[in-house]
């Protein structure tokens, strides 16, 4: 009852390979109870509630109890493997019902008491993991962090430990992939969320869930159930082997998930009391590895430094094609296939960081860079912002999936910006060498960020070298003209480099080759009060193009 002497029941079976279920009923029976089944495969869960609890082993000290915040709680060896969701106050009296259909199924040392009996087991911040393998044929879950999933079609594993409330020590949960080609889901969920091993692998994830999906092809994307979809648009990221992926409670109860250090997402709505106690949760899709998973404190949010002036850190989607230098460089050494690498780095309205500068080295090989709202590229076809270098020497840019033109030509050497400038208004710019080559049509809104730094290599021998992140105060001045000065002409290097003569009075000169053209400068508006263009033609039978 109520107020009656005793709480609950504990008990230890004498086996683990017998079925049974235990629990609290109503008297009347079409009422909500609490009944545990513990079948014989050894697994624990709620009856008639899809997933599963945890394991149990022969001897085990199970209590099942209703605890001070009137909660139906199970304990396991003193870990807490369930609470529900659900305060009893108005549902007594309870009974408690045991059944099992095998005569060899016994319950030791099975009594009623007043209060837990053995002390409760909780994580210490800074902790490694203890995990408790939801399926304990095919996942093997160590004590050290560790948690590896060895056979079968779908495995999922609970911590043992949990985040008791908000005004606990421990603020988050560090993940740590052993392989980058694996379907794995990490993240907090409730005890009392239910769902099966299958709901949980697919797009509607689970309930109460927060987290983040790791793929095969080394991307990770947030997961918020609170949101519409759950997988969160424009927030994949790319991971690597030892990555340290964090999910983080801030000071205003809202979630930072971070990947490396880099922020990719920040949840919308913030956790209440309501959503806890939470336990870090795994769920593998493929025969995978985590080590080293740990609990955080504020003080352990280390975060490596994504500022102005570094360089560009890059994850590559093909380890067999694509070398990622510290430096900020990338170099395609072999490989058929285009490989995609991935900058650690977003641009905001409010980072520092809002554009990128980079060289390359030859112009003859295609390479594309891309500031992308959906931080993924699959085609050409997918394309926000992108100035692609091709092996012919000439440059063409794209915006919102769509070409805007062939912009003239590039030479080995040329430094490149992709920015986000906020003249009268938010617009991509994309310069060469100090010359604004292109701003965006349309202006830019708070649907439009993040903004990511993506890539695609589709030649062999290409190389990106010397890519830093970018301030305002950063960017290239533009190279200014003004009226009555001679234009700036700067060699296109089409053909042959000894095939033209640039002058600085504006004079340019086929001397030898085929063919030859030239860049100048730049009419960057139309209240510019460059008005027009003027040049003197020396001979009138040479066929030249000049114009706009």
């Known amino acids: 009852t109520v107020n009656g ?51 149990f082993s022969e001897r085990d000290v199970l209590e099942l109890f209703i605890n001070s915040d009137r909660k139906v709680e199970l304990r396991n060896n003193g870990w807490v493997m369930y609470i529900s969701r659900e305060v009893v106050d108005s549902m007594y009296p309870f009974y408690i019902e045991y059944y099992s259909t095998d005569a060899q199924m016994t319950l030791g040392n099975f009594r009623w008491i007043s209060g837990p009996v053995l002390p409760l087991k909780s994580l210490a911040p800074g902790n490694t993991i203890e995990w408790g393998g939801r399926d304990v044929f095919r996942m093997n879950a160590g004590v050290f962090g560790d948690a590896f999933y060895v056979s079968g079609s779908y495995a999922s594993s609970a911590s043992l430990g949990y985040i008791p409330d908000l005004s606990s020590s421990v603020k988050g949960v560090r993940f740590v992939p052993r392989q980058s080609d694996k379907y794995v889901y990490v993240g907090l969920t409730t005890f009392s969320s239910e769902c099966t091993a299958s709901e949980f692998g697919d797009t509607t994830v689970r309930d109460l869930m927060y987290g983040f999906f790791l793929t095969n092809d080394r991307r990770v994307q947030a997961v918020d159930a609170d ?39 920040r949840s919308l709505l913030k956790l209440d009391q309501g959503r806890f106690p939470m336990v870090a949760e795994v769920s593998f899709r493929d025969v995978a590895a985590l080590t080293n998973t740990t609990w955080l404190r504020t003080e352990d949010f280390s975060k490596i430094a994504v500022v102005p002036l570094n360089p560009v850190v890059w994850t590559g989607f093909d380890s067999t094609a694509v070398s990622l230098g510290a430096n900020g460089g990338v170099y395609k050494f072999s490989g058929s296939a285009t490989t995609y690498p991935i900058a650690q780095g977003r641009i905001t309205f409010t980072t520092s960081i809002q554009g990128v500068r980079y060289s390359l080295l030859t112009n003859d090989k295609e390479i594309w860079l891309y500031l ?17 270098c091709d092996t012919d020497g000439y440059m063409w840019l794209y915006q919102r999936t769509l070409l805007v033109s062939r912009i003239g030509a590039y030479a080995g050497g040329d ?31 708070s649907k439009d960020v993040p903004l990511s730094l993506n890539m695609q290599i589709k030649t062999t021998g290409s190389n990106v070298t010397s890519a830093i992140w970018l301030a305002r105060e950063h960017f290239t001045p533009e190279q200014s003209i003004s009226a009555e000065t001679p234009v700036t002409v700067i060699p296109d290097l089409y ?18 080759g085929t063919s030859a053209t030239a860049s100048y400068g730049v009419l960057k508006t139309r209240d510019s009060d460059i008005r027009g263009l003027r040049f003197r033609v020396d001979q009138n039978y040479r066929d030249v193009y000049i114009g706009y």
């Open 5 to 55: 002497p005793a709480t609950g029941v504990t008990f230890s079976p004498n086996r683990n390979n017998k079925g049974f279920r235990i629990g609290f009923r109503q008297s009347d029976q079409t009422l909500p109870y609490f009944l545990f089944q513990f079948n014989s495969q050894g697994r624990i869960s709620r009856l008639d509630f899809s997933g599963c609890l945890g394991v």
């Open 227 to 265: 949101t519409n979809t759950r997988l969160v648009p424009g927030t994949i990221s790319g991971y690597s082997i030892g990555s340290a992926i964090d999910l983080r409670i801030l000071s205003d109860n809202s979630l930072e998930y971070v990947v490396d250090g880099d922020v990719i997402y």
């Open 372 to 388: 992308q709202t959906v931080n993924w590229i699959s085609s050409s076809s997918r394309t926000d912002y992108a100035i692609k």
């Open 415 to 445: 430094t490149f910006e992709i920015r986000v400038n906020n003249v009268n208004g938010t617009y991509v710019e994309f310069a060469r060498n100090g010359y604004l080559l292109y701003r965006s049509t349309t202006v830019l809104s």
């Open 495 to 512: 053909a042959a480099t000894v095939s033209v003569n640039i002058y600085g009075n504006g004079t340019a000169i086929r001397s030898s």
